[in-house]
């Protein structure tokens, strides 16, 4: 079994979410100052955090089972995603409620943005999984 943080699709949707941050972190740079740039970065780094803790939780899941029975996916990705969803609520409290001169509009694009490129996982390929 090969851990899920070693897979080829959550390396490249972890890579395009950071990707996808500094490029909205720069132009909110631009558009906000330093205050817009922090603000979209730390957005999209719930993100990004919210993904490697999926990922963990997943391979923690699935334990070392080279091919794990349908019921063991299921439970594995269902509780992978609650702690995706509270590491998200847990970002989210822990900005909003520490960085008192965030840029609302940079800090949720950025958010938004880096959630759409997560789901984007599903369309990228695994070439091992392919062989197998």
């Given amino acids: 079994m090969i851990p899920p943080l070693k897979t080829k699709p959550i ?8 990707i996808a941050t500094a490029c909205i972190a720069a132009v909110a740079g631009l558009w906000a100052g330093g205050h817009g740039a922090a603000s979209a970065l730390l957005g999209g ?3 990004v955090a919210a993904g490697v803790v999926y990922a963990w939780l997943l391979g923690l899941g699935l334990g070392g ?13 269902f509780r992978a995603e609650a702690g995706k969803i509270l590491a998200i609520v847990g ?3 822990f ?8 840029v609302p509009a ?24 392919d062989r197998d």
């Fill in 106 to 129: 940079a800090f949720f694009a950025a958010f938004v943005i880096t959630v759409v490129v997560f789901s984007m996982a599903f369309f990228v390929r695994d070439e091992r999984a």
């Fill in 91 to 93: 970002g989210l409290w």
């Fill in 11 to 18: 390396r490249t949707v972890l890579k395009r979410q950071v």
């Fill in 95 to 102: 900005v909003l409620s520490t960085y008192k001169d965030i």
């Fill in 45 to 47: 780094l719930v993100n």
């Fill in 65 to 77: 089972a080279r091919m794990p029975d349908v019921g063991a996916s299921l439970v594995a990705m």
